[in-house]
C-alpha cells in the first residue's frame, strides 16, 4: 500500500459538533483528494488539492472545507457535523493530473453522526 | 459533467467460471478508466486499468476491453476464485476521476 494513514479511523459524534479528518502521505506526491463512500453511491469527490495551499471543490462539496499547509498533509472539516454525512471517507494521493493517473487509497475513516 | 454507469450491481458465479463487469461513461473526452477491488471493510485497490489509446489490456486472469465508439469498457474476470469476492467499481478520468456505483461479486466454491 502506498504511504497513506489516515486519522482517526473510526469517529463517533453529535449533530452540530465540528470534525476534522486527517489524511497524511509519506510519498511526497503532488495530488490529494476526499471521497465519500455511500451505499448505492460509490466514490465521490469532495475536495482535492493541486498543491500547499491549492484547493478545489468536487462533486459534493457543500457541508465541508479542507486546507492543506504542508505537502504531507490533507484535511477535510465539517464545520457543523449532520446527519447526512455518517459515510466512511478516503483520502487518495496522486503524482500528477491534468493527464491520466492512477489514485491510490487510504485505509477510510468511517463517521457517524448521531 | 461526466457520468458512469455500471453493470450489474450484483454477480453470482460458481468458482472457475467467468465473470463480466460492464460500465458506460458519457464524456467523449474521458481517457483513463481504472479498475478497483474492494474487499469488505477495506481500501478500493487498483487491479487494472486502460487508456484510450488502447482497447485491450490483460493481467494474468484479469482483462480490460474498451470500446470508444460505443463509450463502455468491461472488466473479465477468468477462472474466478472465491478470494476474487468483492466490490469492484469502475471509473472514468476526464479532469476527474468519476466512479461507477460499485459490483458485488460473489464467487461460491
Known amino acids: 500500500d502506498a504511504g497513506i494513514t489516515q486519522s482517526p479511523r473510526h469517529k463517533v459524534t453529535e449533530t452540530g459538533t465540528p470534525v476534522t479528518l486527517r489524511c497524511h502521505q509519506t510519498?511526497?506526491?503532488?495530488?490529494m483528494y476526499w471521497y465519500r463512500q455511500d451505499p448505492g453511491h460509490g466514490l465521490r469527490l469532495i475536495h482535492y488539492?493541486?498543491?500547499?495551499?491549492?484547493?478545489d471543490k468536487g462533486e459534493v462539496s457543500d457541508g465541508y472545507s479542507v486546507s492543506r499547509s504542508k505537502t504531507e498533509d490533507f484535511l477535510l472539516t465539517l464545520e457543523s457535523a449532520t446527519s447526512s454525512q455518517t459515510s466512511v471517507y478516503f483520502c487518495?494521493?496522486?503524482?500528477?493530473?491534468?493527464?491520466?493517473?492512477?489514485?491510490?487509497f487510504g485505509p477510510g475513516t468511517r463517521l457517524t453522526v448521531l | 459533467g461526466e457520468n458512469v454507469e455500471q453493470h450489474p450491481s450484483t454477480l453470482s458465479v460458481q468458482e472457475g467460471d467467468s465473470a463480466v463487469i460492464k460500465c458506460t461513461y458519457s464524456?467523449?473526452?474521458?481517457?483513463?478508466f481504472p479498475w478497483y477491488k474492494q474487499e469488505l471493510g477495506k481500501r478500493p485497490q487498483l487491479i487494472i486499468d486502460?487508456?484510450?489509446?488502447?482497447g485491450e489490456k490483460k493481467d494474468q486472469r484479469i482483462a480490460v476491453t474498451l470500446n470508444k465508439t460505443a463509450k463502455h469498457f468491461s472488466l473479465h474476470i477468468t477462472e474466478t476464485q472465491p478470494e476474487d469476492s468483492a466490490v469492484y467499481f469502475c471509473?472514468?478520468?476526464?479532469?476527474?476521476?468519476?466512479f461507477g456505483t460499485g459490483t458485488r461479486l460473489q464467487v461460491f466454491p
Open positions: 487518495a494521493i496522486s503524482e500528477t493530473s491534468g493527464s491520466p493517473d492512477t489514485q491510490y
Open positions: 510519498e511526497n506526491h503532488r495530488y
Open positions: 488539492s493541486y498543491g500547499v495551499k491549492d484547493t
Open positions: 464524456d467523449s473526452a474521458s481517457n483513463y
Open positions: 486502460i487508456r484510450s489509446n488502447v
Open positions: 471509473a472514468a478520468f476526464t479532469d476527474k476521476l468519476i
